[in-house]
């Protein structure tokens, strides 16, 4: 199955704990995104990928971190400084721009909660 | 930057009537606009894209149109099923290679 897997479907956190959250894709695509999604609120940029070893921050990038090492990985950590963690985590990632005009493709997201 | 307004209020229709969500912009007119379906609990998924140069464009029963004038996309989904209800999102370029969301209109649609 291509698509992208997002990893756990739930996670706790404790405070002042750091907490990782998986995106992984098959699709072969070079720009990969991570999203914040709070209750009757839209999508928010927190992070986004272009291309391996290069990332840059979205809207809402403070108390979060990245990596991108490999094309088909894109782990974001949310650190003990993002003192409302509490939220929906979506990953994405995107076709050549050439092609696909920028459709991005979702995983299945990740809920956050604090304990 | 880029604002984007979607009736914040659910709408609720009848099984069989067309459904007509209402995404509207601020700022510069984008060069394409998206349209995704949100289930509860689920990453969204792409539906349709139409350019700035094109004023219709439809998929099976879904209908988008784009005026740059009105600064305003209209979404249709004519006849309308339960298994059409959802929250549905407009998304905007805004960047070179990102996109700006709305926050998204449920649609109820009762058998």
């Known amino acids: 199955d291509g698509g992208i897997t997002q990893s756990p479907k739930y996670l706790f956190r404790k405070e002042g704990q750091n907490v990782t959250l998986s995106c992984e894709q098959n699709l072969n695509h070079d720009a990969m995104y991570w999203y914040r999604q709070d209750p009757g609120q839209g999508l928010r940029l927190i992070y986004y990928s272009q291309i391996v070893n290069d990332f840059q921050k979205g809207d809402i990038a403070e108390g979060y971190s990245v990596s991108r090492e490999k094309k088909e990985s894109f782990p974001l950590t949310v650190t003990s400084a993002q003192k409302n963690p509490t939220a929906f985590y979506l990953c994405?990632?995107?076709?050549?721009?050439?092609?696909?005009?920028?459709?991005?493709?979702f995983g299945a997201g990740t809920r956050l909660s604090v304990l | 930057s880029q604002k984007i307004e979607q009736n914040s209020e659910a709408l609720n229709i009848q099984e069989g009537k067309t459904a007509t969500l209402t995404c509207n912009y601020t700022?510069?007119?984008?060069?394409?606009l998206q349209w995704y379906r949100q289930d509860p609990g689920r990453g969204p998924v792409f539906l349709l894209l139409i350019r700035e140069n094109e004023k219709e464009k439809r998929k099976e029963r879904l209908k988008v149109t784009f005026d740059t004038t009105l600064k305003q996309s209209l979404f249709h989904i004519t006849a309308s099923q339960p298994a059409d209800s959802a929250t549905y999102l407009c998304a905007l370029n805004s960047g070179y290679s990102t996109l700006t969301f709305g926050k998204g209109t449920m649609l109820l649609v009762s058998p």
């Open positions: 994405a990632s995107r076709a050549p721009l050439i092609e696909a005009k920028n459709i991005q493709y």
């Open positions: 700022n510069y007119s984008p060069a394409y």
